[in-house]
Structure formats: structure tokens, C-alpha cells
């Protein structure tokens, strides 16, 4: 798959039969195979043998002009977290090990399966997705592709989506992000992350961490392959001449976010970030440095755990009156903070939301984005995470600015913004609620100019 860097590099291949299916299913499921790769620790479970058959029918449908779509035949991964049919969705744990396989795909997953796309396994992820980490002491954590041999974490909690890409496993990784967890490791193994807004795209049929937060988003090589997956996610359909392209000489007013998340950035990303400003700039982007002190409420609305806390120990009381000694221990110690709140607590944090969402896009909407780092540090070692202080505080400190997005209801998308050669670094751009499209074009738009 090298050869075709994109998902539609790859159709557009199929098209003019340089191509087959069948040959671009082979190609991932032996990277997927390989000994010497992460496929072990990438993958959950592998359909080999039905990613085969579908390949097949593809290539047959194609030839008698009857291909559901363009990206009909075209593999892809599922994070642990989706429903397929005949498959068991353990959410990265042992604790659903014993559970019966799903019936149905969850509807998004169908989506994209009734447009030919092919499922070849099942990604894996911090164990019930919480976790900016993307560390699974149960599966095993596959390792970053930037400076492989030193094992760098891959971010999370869709771990196992991004690496699936980044290694030729899959054109798309499809995933969660209920604070950043496709944006994060997209940003970290130099990949495009999209987070939605929640309502666009169906979370039936998935194990959730924060029926309030999960939203359902994708990783890819373009912003194009991000676009593809969640048009067909969200509405089943895929209509190519809506396709952001980049390249519609817009001029972008873009409000660089200031104050705290700023802080405690590390030297590389601090200078690739001074870089990418001066590259917008000089290509004609209009930059504004801006404050939005309602952001600074949102710790606040957050100090007992937020809806991920409350919500998933809603979710997980009675598989933890029976498992609790085999979750991951740092989860279970998340999902217990749940208990910190009451009634009262959790009604108060469901008015604070809604208030310091109407006041922060009172603010930011002046903005045709609004554009901060995705996470201030490179990816750390995974070996530096075995200290349990030093997993804490740096699980926040790589939540710490996408998670904004989630708490404000909006859709935003990461887009790698380092040199060639240089340690991955995300630029995150965030648009407004349930404007999607636009913001899919702003980012092409700029995705271009980053790449020249």
C-alpha cells in the first residue's frame, strides 16, 4: 500500500484497474502479519478470512459497474469499541472477554460496509477508551513509528487505529474521541485526527465512556480520507464533488488560542509551532492571538471527574460488582472517581456546560477556527509511563487542549504540522458546532499550504 498513500490515491487506482481489492486486502493483512511489525499489538482480532470475501464481491461488482461506491474494496480498521456482527467488542478489556459476539454492526460501521469499504480487524485501545495514552497492559501497546526502536507511546485512546495506518494496515482508522482520543494520537504519529460534532454520527452499537462526550471520528492520511469516512458514518452517502480540496483561494481569519494551553510545551513543539504560525502567515492566513476566559471555568466544572467519571461508573457498576480486580488499574481508578459525585454535582456540571459553551462561542465565532497545539509534548517513551505519578500528569497534560473541543460541542480536527523528518506535532483547528463541512474545508485549505 506505500503506493498509494491515501484513500483515494487507492480508489482512483481501482477505477483505472492498476488495482485490485483483493490485492490492497493482501497487502494490509501481511503488514498486519509481519513478525518483525506491530500487528500483534495494533490488532485486537483479524478478518482475514471475510476481508478476503469481501474483497472479492468488490472486485466482481467493479467489474460489472455495480461498485457501491468509489472506496468500494478499500480496507480499513475498527476500534474494539464498535459492534460488528459475529465479533466480540471487548472495549480493549478482559473484562468483556466472555461476552457474546454482536449481532448487528453498529450503524456506523454499516454505513460504511453497505459502501463496500472492508473491515480487516479490530484496532486495539486503552482499555474502555480512558486514556490519552493509548497503553493496554492486557494486548499490549504498539509502539509509535517515529523512532520506532525507542518505543514511544502511540496516544489514545484509538491506539491501534492510528498505527494501523502509519503501517500500511488500513487507509482509514475509524475510532472514538470523547476528549481527544483520535486527535491525540493522530497528533503524536503524524497522522490527520477528526473529532465530529457528537451529534452527527450515530454512537449506537458502541461501549460508551461518556454518553454526554463520545463522539465517533476517524484518523487517515488526508483530510480528504477523514471527510470520506464521516460523510458515509453520518449519512450513509458519499458525494465526491463535495469534497474539500484546499484550494478555493479563501481567505482565513484564524484565532490562535492563548493562555494556558500554551503551557508547559516542550521544546520541539514550541518551535514547530512558532514554524507552522509563520508558514499560515506568510501563505496569506490572517492570525489573531485571543483569550476566552470562559475557558478557564471549565477545570473547574471538571474538579470531580466531569461526565467520563460519572458516566462511565453509571455504565460499568454492574460489571464492577464481578470484574473489578481485572480492569486496567489506572482505568478503574478513573471510572471510581465517579463516586466524588452526587445529584446535585452532576446537574450543576450539565448547566455549567451549557452556559460556558454559549459564552466561549460568543467569543471564538468571530473566527472563521480557532487554532492552538494539539498536545504540548512529543510522544513520551512508553517505558517512562510505568510510573504511575508520571502516567497522570501525562495523561492530562495530552487531554488537556482537546478536550476542550468535546466539552464546547464542537467538531475539530488535528493535522500534523512538523518538517519531514522531524518528531510528529499536530496542529489542531477547532470549528463550530455542527459546522463540519466548513471546517473540513479550512482544514484542507490548510493542509495545503503545510504540505508545500
Sequence with gaps: MPSFPSLFHAAQALADGRTTARKLVENALANIADLHGEGARTFMSVHAVTARQQADIMDRLRSQGQAPSPLAGLPISIKDLFDEAGSITKAGSMVLADALPASTD?????????????????????????????????????????RRHEKRIPGGSSSGAAISVSDNMAFVGIGSDTGGSCRIPAALTGLIGFKPTARRISTKGTVPL????????????????????????????????????????????????GTSVMEDMDDTVAHTW????????????????????PLKEIPKANSKGGFPAAESLA??????????????????????????QN???????????????????????????????????????????????????????????????????LCAISLPCHQMGEAPVGLMVMGRYAEDHDLFHIAAQLEHILAH
Excluded at 274 to 293: D, I, K
Excluded at 350 to 370: C, E, F, G
Design 343 to 409: 445529584a446535585v454535582d452532576y446537574i450543576s456540571l450539565l448547566k455549567s456546560r451549557t452556559k460556558l459553551i454559549q459564552q466561549a462561542a460568543d467569543i471564538m465565532n468571530q473566527y472563521d477556527a480557532v487554532i492552538l497545539p494539539t498536545v504540548p509534548v512529543i510522544a513520551p517513551k512508553i517505558s517512562d509511563m510505568n510510573d504511575n505519578a508520571r502516567y497522570a500528569a501525562t495523561n492530562l497534560l495530552l487531554l488537556r487542549n482537546t478536550t476542550i473541543a468535546n466539552f464546547l460541542d
Design 274 to 293: 512558532e514554524n507552522c504560525l509563520r508558514r499560515l502567515s506568510r501563505n496569506g492566513v490572517m492570525l489573531e492571538t485571543f483569550t476566552c476566559p
Design 210 to 257: 461518556s454518553s454526554t462526550l463520545d463522539s465517533i471520528g476517524s484518523i487517515g492520511r488526508t483530510v480528504k480520507c477523514c471527510w470520506a469516512v464521516d460523510s458515509l458514518m453520518a449519512t450513509g452517502t458519499l458525494r465526491i464533488q463535495n469534497a474539500p480540496t484546499g484550494r478555493d483561494g479563501r481567505t482565513l481569519r484564524l484565532g490562535i488560542l
Design 315 to 340: 455504565w460499568h457498576l454492574p460489571l464492577l460488582e464481578t470484574h473489578r480486580s481485572i480492569y486496567d488499574p489506572f482505568v478503574l481508578q478513573r471510572i471510581l472517581r465517579g463516586y466524588e
Design 106 to 146: 453498529a450503524p456506523a460501521i454499516g454505513n460504511l460496509k453497505q459502501a463496500g469499504l472492508i473491515s480487516v480487524g479490530r484496532t486495539t485501545m486503552t482499555e474502555f477508551a480512558f486514556s490519552g495514552i493509548g497503553i493496554n497492559p492486557h494486548f499490549g501497546t504498539p509502539a509509535n513509528p517515529w
